[in-house]
């Protein structure tokens, strides 16, 4: 029989090799490989490019086009594939491949009619907008333009791509789809596995029905709003649900999820669910990544939670979860990320966190935890962040053994002990430490702490060190460092602010320090506060070359003297410079003007001699300049036809010298007090706070974070002369208003009464003469009023507002008549009795504000600056043991007597007018 059989096979031999024969690939066709040239011919490639989403992803950026040449067949080009049979390009991938330039609707692309498969993400198409062209793919199965800088409206086209199963088009916010747009294209690709829009500007609601095939929905940050639909949840094949920072409300399944099998990652941060955790997430066994920060989330965490057992991404962060951690015996082993930050979480951290081996980031803050801190078993831990809890006892020995850590925050616990400075010596990639708000000291100062190469935020602040820093710390910590903070211990050498620097010598007599000038080789410092010390002596010249890091720069209440002879450089990069209550002497430093950053600029309270800085008008964003309580002097002479000043919101040159007429020169260009901003917002800077110290109502206060909240002119206590400018009344945006106990004469303006928001007029001890204005009368955000010892006549203006003010705020004029002056205006009116009348009084005296140094905390615009809504909160002195308990109670009753004196005014007002 095999004699037979070899014919058979010979045959069938020949035939498989004529059939293979006929299946060979094809070349590109002509016209392709054209279009193809053409297209690359259209961009720049910089190979040196990197694209941050490719490294992102761990993909390189390199031209892929650049080894194009058109004697080779293009379908072995880098990024191009073709059809085995006819040769047409039916892959194109050039993600990543660093070109530069536009795509329009007449690029030879779209003649490769017969893609399936296009991705050209990572690049920078130079704000390109998506031709509709797109849409004419009809082959296409795959298409990825994402993260390469196109703008402009997706088009409608694109849902015209029915067999598409791949959409990512994730943007850099320059790309928008229309709501309905949205919805078609959902509804219309009916057989989609994949869709990422990250950052695509939808505003829309989710749609009810979308293709049942979908394993991958990334929808993050694209102003989706309205109700998550639960069917997302029920999808078979769902892998991937991602909706970050969306406006979305949800609801959980209540029993076993349809797609519990299937999903992976759940990444629903910022949806509000406004319920409890379902037990159901337990159902979720194949979850790999789930993060539900910022839900709304109440109750306790279920113990199902801990039945997932492949999870390595578990945040809840930030919701409203309580009672205690559960206990659990096995699983979670493969935990890397564990974030209960921001709860209401209680009692001890259990011991199976401590003991979870793949952990990289503990993340605890903001609880109640209380107990002890066990060892930490996992040497992988990158960021421990267990601040604001009321853990105790000393810090577990096994902190020294984490060599990878990077961030160590156990700030505001009641931690305590003694630690030796070599306690971090080995954790070499630290680069944030936060202990302050504990009860912790240092030993040993003389053992360097030598992994400081990457440390750049350390805050022992509020703890019980104390002793003196040597000369090693400012060659090893300081070297590396942009913020520190030892502030309130008890540390005798040069450090930060409400520290003591006093040492004793042999005869047990304290002295005072000096400014080394050793600090200015600190040229990566961006923050230097030496406020509130002892520090004497003259401030180094050096101070000048740290300029080009330095932005925040406070010696506020020290003992300096001498002459401010500093001198700042064109590449000043300094923001704020605060000298304030200090002995200095001389002229103020020209060179201030090289500092384009400056907005804050405090000099108060020297002994500054020199005129008018009328130089310092050419910085463009100066906001604050105080230079009260010095000895300058002469008239202020300002020329109109300059734009001087242009965003300063506080003035204050009280208390110097300055003679001849207010200068109304000066007001013209004042652009920022003459506009009322409702959204202005203070500096939004992590690591420090300006301050500014001011007067109003007769206390010196000091006002935080002030730049855009408040607006203010103090002028009182100088020489000026002739009548108040009406254009004064432009500046509406004013809160304090003082020209007191100067020599000014003439009438009140009227335009005054256009400062609709001021809240603190004081014109007392001039020479003013004739009627109050009535237009004074609807200032309804009027709380402190003082036209005393001046030469006033006439009626006293009525409404709600005025009937708050007491005879304090007109006595020495004795031509006024009216409420609240015996002497009235033909009007039998009298105010009734009530019982409010003598807290009002007291109020009035000023009895309210008892304390010189309150500090103010400003928030917001709101009606009265010091009484009003606008207050966050206070903080008394210091010298208040029980500030805390206070706090609550003063500003209770602040806002119960501001209250309480506008519905007395207004019930006076009414009297009055019923009984005319």
């Given at each position: 029989?095999?004699?037979?059989?070899?014919?058979?096979?010979?045959?069938?031999?020949?035939?498989?090799?004529?059939?293979?024969?006929?299946?060979?690939?094809?070349?590109?066709?002509?016209?392709?490989?054209?279009?193809?040239?053409?297209?690359?011919?259209?961009?720049?490639?910089?190979?040196?490019?990197?694209?941050?989403?490719?490294?992102?992803?761990?993909?390189?950026?390199?031209?892929?086009?650049?080894?194009?040449?058109?004697?080779?067949?293009?379908?072995?080009?880098?990024?191009?594939?073709?059809?085995?049979?006819?040769?047409?390009?039916?892959?194109?991938?050039?993600?990543?491949?660093?070109?530069?330039?536009?795509?329009?609707?007449?690029?030879?692309?779209?003649?490769?009619?017969?893609?399936?498969?296009?991705?050209?993400?990572?690049?920078?198409?130079?704000?390109?907008?998506?031709?509709?062209?797109?849409?004419?793919?009809?082959?296409?199965?795959?298409?990825?333009?994402?993260?390469?800088?196109?703008?402009?409206?997706?088009?409608?086209?694109?849902?015209?791509?029915?067999?598409?199963?791949?959409?990512?088009?994730?943007?850099?916010?320059?790309?928008?789809?229309?709501?309905?747009?949205?919805?078609?294209?959902?509804?219309?690709?009916?057989?989609?596995?994949?869709?990422?829009?990250?950052?695509?500007?939808?505003?829309?609601?989710?749609?009810?029905?979308?293709?049942?095939?979908?394993?991958?929905?990334?929808?993050?940050?694209?102003?989706?709003?309205?109700?998550?639909?639960?069917?997302?949840?029920?999808?078979?094949?769902?892998?991937?649900?991602?909706?970050?920072?969306?406006?979305?409300?949800?609801?959980?399944?209540?029993?076993?999820?349809?797609?519990?099998?299937?999903?992976?990652?759940?990444?629903?941060?910022?949806?509000?669910?406004?319920?409890?955790?379902?037990?159901?997430?337990?159902?979720?066994?194949?979850?790999?990544?789930?993060?539900?920060?910022?839900?709304?989330?109440?109750?306790?965490?279920?113990?199902?939670?801990?039945?997932?057992?492949?999870?390595?991404?578990?945040?809840?962060?930030?919701?409203?979860?309580?009672?205690?951690?559960?206990?659990?015996?096995?699983?979670?082993?493969?935990?890397?990320?564990?974030?209960?930050?921001?709860?209401?979480?209680?009692?001890?951290?259990?011991?199976?966190?401590?003991?979870?081996?793949?952990?990289?980031?503990?993340?605890?803050?903001?609880?109640?935890?209380?107990?002890?801190?066990?060892?930490?078993?996992?040497?992988?831990?990158?960021?421990?962040?267990?601040?604001?809890?009321?853990?105790?006892?000393?810090?577990?020995?096994?902190?020294?053994?984490?060599?990878?850590?990077?961030?160590?925050?156990?700030?505001?616990?009641?931690?305590?002990?003694?630690?030796?400075?070599?306690?971090?010596?080995?954790?070499?990639?630290?680069?944030?430490?936060?202990?302050?708000?504990?009860?912790?000291?240092?030993?040993?100062?003389?053992?360097?702490?030598?992994?400081?190469?990457?440390?750049?935020?350390?805050?022992?602040?509020?703890?019980?060190?104390?002793?003196?820093?040597?000369?090693?710390?400012?060659?090893?910590?300081?070297?590396?460092?942009?913020?520190?903070?030892?502030?309130?211990?008890?540390?005798?050498?040069?450090?930060?602010?409400?520290?003591?620097?006093t040492s004793f010598d042999q005869n047990s007599r304290p002295h005072l320090y000096s400014i080394p000038s050793s600090v200015c080789n600190l040229t990566s410092l961006r923050v230097l506060d030496l406020a509130r010390n002892n520090l004497k002596?003259?401030?180094?010249?050096?101070?000048?070359?740290?300029?080009?890091?330095?932005?925040?720069?406070?010696?506020?209440?020290?003992?300096?003297?001498?002459?401010?002879?500093t001198t700042f450089g064109l590449g000043s990069g300094l923001k704020s410079f605060n000298l304030h209550g200090n002995k200095l002497e001389g002229k103020i430093p020209r060179s201030l003007a090289n500092c384009k950053q400056l907005e804050v600029?405090?000099?108060?309270?020297?002994?500054?001699?020199?005129?008018?800085?009328?130089?310092?008008?050419?910085?463009?964003?100066?906001?604050?300049?105080?230079?009260?309580?010095?000895?300058?002097?002469?008239?202020?002479?300002?020329?109109?036809?300059?734009?001087?000043?242009?965003?300063?919101?506080?003035?204050?040159?009280?208390?110097?010298?300055?003679?001849?007429?207010?200068?109304?020169?000066?007001?013209?260009?004042?652009?920022?007090?003459?506009?009322?901003?409702?959204?202005?917002?203070?500096?939004?800077?992590?690591?420090?706070?300006?301050?500014?110290?001011?007067?109003?109502?007769?206390?010196?206060?000091?006002?935080?974070?002030?730049?855009?909240?408040?607006?203010?002119?103090?002028?009182?206590?100088?020489?000026?002369?002739?009548?108040?400018?009406?254009?004064?009344?432009?500046?509406?945006?004013?809160?304090?208003?003082?020209?007191?106990?100067?020599?000014?004469?003439?009438?009140?303006?009227?335009?005054?009464?256009?400062?609709?928001?001021?809240?603190?007029?004081?014109?007392?001890?001039?020479?003013?003469?004739?009627?109050?204005?009535?237009?004074?009368?609807?200032?309804?955000?009027?709380?402190?009023?003082?036209?005393?010892?001046?030469?006033?006549?006439?009626?006293?203006?009525?409404?709600?507002?005025?009937?708050?003010?007491?005879?304090?705020?007109?006595?020495?004029?004795?031509?006024?008549?009216?409420?609240?002056?015996?002497?009235?205006?033909?009007?039998?009116?009298?105010?009734?009795?009530?019982?409010?009348?003598?807290?009002?009084?007291?109020?009035?005296?000023?009895?309210?504000?008892?304390?010189?140094?309150?500090?103010?905390?400003?928030?917001?615009?709101?009606?009265?600056?010091?009484?009003?809504?606008?207050?966050?909160?206070?903080?008394?002195?210091?010298?208040?043991?029980?500030?805390?308990?206070?706090?609550?109670?003063?500003?209770?009753?602040?806002?119960?007597?501001?209250?309480?004196?506008?519905?007395?005014?207004?019930?006076?007002?009414?009297?009055?007018?019923?009984?005319?």
């Amino acid at each position: 029989m095999g004699y037979l059989l070899l014919p058979f096979l010979l045959y069938s031999c020949c035939l498989c090799q004529l059939v293979f024969s006929s299946f060979s690939p094809q070349s590109c066709t002509k016209d392709q490989s054209l279009a193809l040239m053409k297209f690359k011919q259209a961009f720049v490639v910089h190979d040196s490019s990197t694209s941050s989403t490719c490294d992102y992803y761990g993909q390189q950026s390199y031209g892929k086009t650049s080894s194009w040449n058109t004697s080779i067949d293009c379908c072995l080009w880098d990024g191009v594939k073709c059809h085995v049979l006819t040769g047409h390009v039916i892959e194109l991938d050039l993600g990543c491949s660093s070109l530069e330039g536009k795509i329009d609707s007449n690029s030879t692309l779209f003649q490769l009619s017969h893609l399936q498969r296009l991705n050209l993400s990572g690049n920078d198409f130079s704000n390109s907008h998506i031709s509709p062209n797109f849409g004419k793919f009809s082959s296409l199965t795959h298409l990825d333009l994402s993260y390469s800088d196109f703008s402009g409206e997706i088009p409608p086209e694109i849902s015209h791509l029915s067999k598409l199963h791949s959409l990512f088009l994730s943007s850099y916010r320059g790309l928008k789809l229309g709501p309905l747009s949205f919805k078609f294209l959902l509804q219309n690709l009916t057989q989609l596995r994949e869709v990422d829009l990250d950052s695509v500007q939808i505003s829309s609601t989710i749609p009810q029905n979308f293709s049942s095939h979908i394993t991958t929905l990334r929808l993050d940050e694209t102003n989706l709003h309205g109700i998550l639909p639960e069917r997302i949840f029920h999808l078979h094949n769902l892998t991937v649900l991602s909706l970050v920072n969306n406006q979305l409300n949800g609801y959980f399944p209540k029993t076993k999820w349809n797609s519990s099998a299937s999903i992976m990652m759940l990444e629903l941060p910022g949806v509000n669910f406004s319920s409890n955790l379902p037990e159901s997430i337990g159902c979720l066994t194949s979850l790999v990544y789930l993060s539900l920060d910022y839900c709304n989330l109440s109750g306790p965490i279920p113990k199902s939670l801990w039945d997932l057992t492949h999870v390595e991404y578990l945040n809840l962060g930030n919701n409203h979860l309580e009672g205690s951690i559960p206990l659990f015996t096995s699983g979670l082993q493969n935990l890397k990320t564990l974030s209960l930050s921001g709860n209401s979480l209680s009692g001890a951290i259990p011991s199976w966190i401590f003991s979870l081996l793949s952990l990289t980031y503990l993340g605890l803050g903001s609880n109640s935890f209380s107990g002890q801190l066990e060892d930490f078993r996992s040497n992988l831990l990158v960021d421990i962040s267990l601040e604001g809890n009321k853990l105790q006892g000393y810090l577990p020995k096994s902190i020294r053994n984490l060599v990878n850590l990077e961030m160590l925050h156990l700030s505001s616990n009641n931690f305590s002990g003694k630690i030796d400075v070599s306690f971090f010596s080995n954790l070499k990639q630290l680069e944030e430490l936060n202990l302050s708000h504990n009860s912790i000291s240092l030993t040993n100062y003389e053992n360097k702490i030598k992994s400081t190469k990457n440390l750049w935020n350390l805050d022992l602040s509020n703890n019980k060190i104390q002793g003196s820093i040597p000369d090693w710390a400012w060659s090893n910590w300081l070297l590396s460092l942009t913020v520190l903070n030892l502030s309130h211990n008890k540390l005798s050498v040069l450090n930060l602010s409400h520290n003591m620097l006093t040492s004793f010598d042999q005869n047990s007599r304290p002295h005072l320090y000096s400014i080394p000038s050793s600090v200015c080789n600190l040229t990566s410092l961006r923050v230097l506060d030496l406020a509130r010390n002892n520090l004497k002596g003259a401030i180094p010249q050096c101070l000048g070359n740290m300029s080009d890091q330095l932005e925040f720069l406070d010696m506020q209440h020290n003992s300096l003297s001498g002459d401010l002879q500093t001198t700042f450089g064109l590449g000043s990069g300094l923001k704020s410079f605060n000298l304030h209550g200090n002995k200095l002497e001389g002229k103020i430093p020209r060179s201030l003007a090289n500092c384009k950053q400056l907005e804050v600029l405090d000099l108060g309270n020297n002994h500054l001699n020199d005129t008018f800085p009328m130089w310092l008008g050419i910085l463009p964003k100066l906001r604050v300049l105080s230079l009260r309580s010095n000895k300058l002097h002469g008239p202020i002479r300002a020329s109109r036809s300059m734009k001087l000043f242009p965003k300063l919101r506080m003035l204050d040159l009280s208390c110097n010298a300055f003679t001849a007429e207010i200068p109304t020169s000066l007001f013209h260009n004042l652009k920022a007090m003459k506009r009322i901003d409702q959204t202005a917002k203070g500096p939004n800077d992590e690591y420090y706070e300006d301050s500014v110290t001011v007067v109003t109502k007769g206390q010196e206060l000091e006002v935080v974070r002030i730049l855009s909240l408040y607006t203010t002119m103090d002028l009182s206590i100088n020489k000026f002369e002739g009548q108040i400018p009406s254009m004064i009344g432009d500046l509406i945006a004013l809160r304090v208003l003082n020209l007191s106990h100067n020599g000014l004469q003439g009438h009140i303006p009227t335009s005054l009464g256009k400062l609709s928001v001021v809240e603190s007029l004081d014109l007392s001890f001039n020479q003013l003469s004739g009627d109050i204005p009535e237009t004074l009368a609807s200032l309804t955000s009027l709380a402190v009023l003082n036209l005393s010892r001046n030469h006033l006549q006439g009626c006293i203006p009525g409404g709600p507002q005025f009937a708050t003010f007491q005879n304090n705020s007109y006595e020495g004029n004795d031509g006024l008549r009216g409420f609240p002056l015996s002497k009235d205006c033909g009007s039998s009116w009298r105010p009734e009795s009530d019982s409010t009348t003598g807290v009002l009084d007291q109020e009035s005296n000023s009895t309210l504000l008892s304390e010189l140094s309150w500090k103010v905390v400003l928030m917001g615009y709101g009606s009265g600056l010091f009484i009003g809504s606008s207050i966050a909160y206070f903080l008394l002195s210091s010298r208040n043991s029980n500030w805390l308990s206070r706090i609550a109670e003063d500003l209770e009753y602040i806002i119960i007597v501001r209250r309480r004196k506008k519905q007395l005014g207004q019930r006076r007002y009414r009297r009055r007018n019923n009984d005319v």
